[in-house]
T-cell receptor, first 116, second 111 residues
Framework: GAVVSQHPSWVICKSGTSVKIECRSLDFQATTMFWYRQFPKQSLMLMAT?????????EQGVEKDKFLINHASLTLSTLTVTSAHPEDSSFYIC????????????FGPGTRLLVL | QKEVEQDPGPLSVPEGAIVSLNCTYS??????FMWYRQYSRKGPELLMY????GNKEDGRFTAQVDKSSKYISLFIRDSQPSDSATYLC???????????FGTGTQLKVEL
């Protein structure tokens, strides 16, 4: 149980284009989803927290107009990187938590983004 | 100073060795402590979590938390090559709160 999927697993795009990444909880309802980015040999940095039906809460330094997050249902959250630039190239990972009081986050397999 | 400090390694041990992985932290409000394993180019996988101080054992893995010293450990007994991965500690102040991660320790178990 507690499986989280991400799509696509990797994507290459041209600078200036937008990329959408999907995060799905397959066997549980995720009231809260988190989006992280991870640079090589570095830890996970939280970008934003989203609760179903609410606006996402962004961490300091993360541009909300550039990284659009939608959590429209209890099983799906999307991250859209708008007007992507090479510095946005990274490993993006989502996680999901089943209840507000839960401390356990289940992570997706990640999406590797390369912006040319 | 980072909230969570973790030696990045790499740590190389022979098969069958006991591995000790550690993290220190500065935020005394942390109450939940987790260890994740991350294989290359994959998402983290939850190994263990503990609440407050104490020990927890699951198979070959033992997690220890010493809140008075702000120090947590993960021990792996009878290490296997398949244990080769990056191990991330993570902490939270409470349910529903965000996780703060260490940088991860890269472990290699050699035949």
């Amino acid at each position: 149980g507690a499986v989280v999927s991400q799509h696509p697993s990797w994507v290459i795009c041209k600078s200036g284009t937008s990329v959408k990444i999907e995060c799905r909880s397959l066997d549980f309802q995720a009231t809260t989803m988190f989006w992280y980015r991870q640079f090589p040999k570095q830890s996970l940095m939280l970008m934003a927290t989203s609760n179903e039906g609410s606006k996402a809460t962004y961490e300091q330094g993360v541009e909300k107009d550039k990284f659009l997050i939608n959590h429209a249902s209890l099983t799906l959250s999307t991250l859209t990187v708008t007007s992507a630039h090479p510095e946005d190239s990274s490993f993006y990972i989502c996680s999901a938590s089943s209840q507000g009081a839960s401390v356990t986050q289940y992570f997706g397999p990640g999406t590797r983004l390369l912006v040319l | 100073q980072k909230e969570v400090e973790q030696d990045p390694g790499p740590l190389s041990v022979p098969e069958g060795a006991i591995v000790s992985l550690n993290c220190t932290y500065s935020n005394s409000a942390f109450q939940y402590f987790m260890w994740y394993r991350q294989y290359s180019r994959k998402g983290p996988e939850l190994l263990m979590y503990t609440y407050s101080s104490g020990n927890k054992e699951d198979g070959r893995f033992t997690a220890q938390v010493d809140k008075s010293s702000k120090y947590i450990s993960l021990f792996i007994r009878d290490s296997q090559p398949s244990d080769s991965a990056t191990y991330l500690c993570a902490m939270s102040e409470g349910g529903g709160n965000k996780l703060t991660f260490g940088t991860g320790t890269q472990l290699k178990v050699e035949l």
